[in-house]
């Protein structure tokens, strides 16, 4: 079974940068697909933020682009996200996901990052 | 403002049929891009209920059922239950956005 598993602080300041880690077991991100983040501000919907292949090909939301910078570690089984510059706004559970074509059909159980000071 | 537009809430009694909309526009669903649907349950992570517009992933009840047709997608729910309380979410992609996108998400209360 596919499980994935996010990690990281879970208080930031704000101008500085947040940094996840999502470790994968029960799959080899060497096999394939895209790996990805969508977060969820508190009481709101979903974002998309970008995925990456274990190529190092990535997707970006243009919205966030700017400021993300995705990266994966196939000898740790692990995608990593960074978001730098972040504000208020920023403040989310952050899901790491596997992409399975265009669907997103496994997920971690989600990190809380608060921006505040 | 999503650009796939869900009802904020829809109700149903137990037993009943609910179905939800997700409507969209020519640069996401009417430009073919499929629909996935998710169940995100009270203080969980979002689970994918419907993948590629109609099909079930392994383990989700033939209760739930997903369709799609020009610019609009939906998800029926046959016979709820009570553990069918959730948000829901409809998923795309737009060209015009190169991005994935959601919709704003439905409340499904059972009463």
């Known amino acids: 079974q596919v499980q994935l598993q996010e990690s990281g602080p879970g208080l930031v300041k704000p101008s500085e940068t947040l940094s996840l880690t999502c470790g994968v077991s029960?799959?080899?991100?060497?096999?394939?697909?895209?790996w990805g983040w969508v977060r969820q501000s508190p009481g709101k919907g979903l974002e998309w933020i970008g995925g990456i292949h274990h190529s190092g090909k990535t997707d970006h939301n243009s919205s966030l682009k700017s400021r993300v910078t995705l990266s994966v570690d196939t000898s740790r089984n692990q995608v990593s996200l960074t978001l730098r510059s972040v504000t208020a706004a920023d403040t989310a559970v952050y899901y790491c996901v596997r992409d399975g074509s265009g669907a997103y059909d496994f997920w971690g159980q989600g990190r809380l990052v608060t921006v505040s000071s | 403002q999503s650009i796939l537009t869900q009802p904020p809430s829809v109700s149903g009694a137990p037993g009943q049929r609910v179905t939800i909309s997700c409507t969209g526009s020519s640069s996401n669903l009417g430009a073919g891009y499929d629909v996935n649907w998710y169940q995100q349950l009270p203080g969980a992570a979002p689970r994918l209920l419907i993948s590629?517009?109609?099909n079930r992933p392994s383990g989700v009840p033939d209760r739930f059922s997903g369709s799609k047709s020009g610019t609009s997608a939906s998800l029926a729910i046959t016979g709820l239950q009570a553990d069918d309380e959730a948000d829901y979410y409809c998923q795309s992609y737009d060209s015009s956005l190169s991005t994935s996108i959601f919709g704003g998400g439905t409340k499904l209360t059972v009463v």
């Open positions: 029960g799959f080899s991100i060497s096999s394939g697909y895209f």
């Open positions: 590629d517009n109609s």
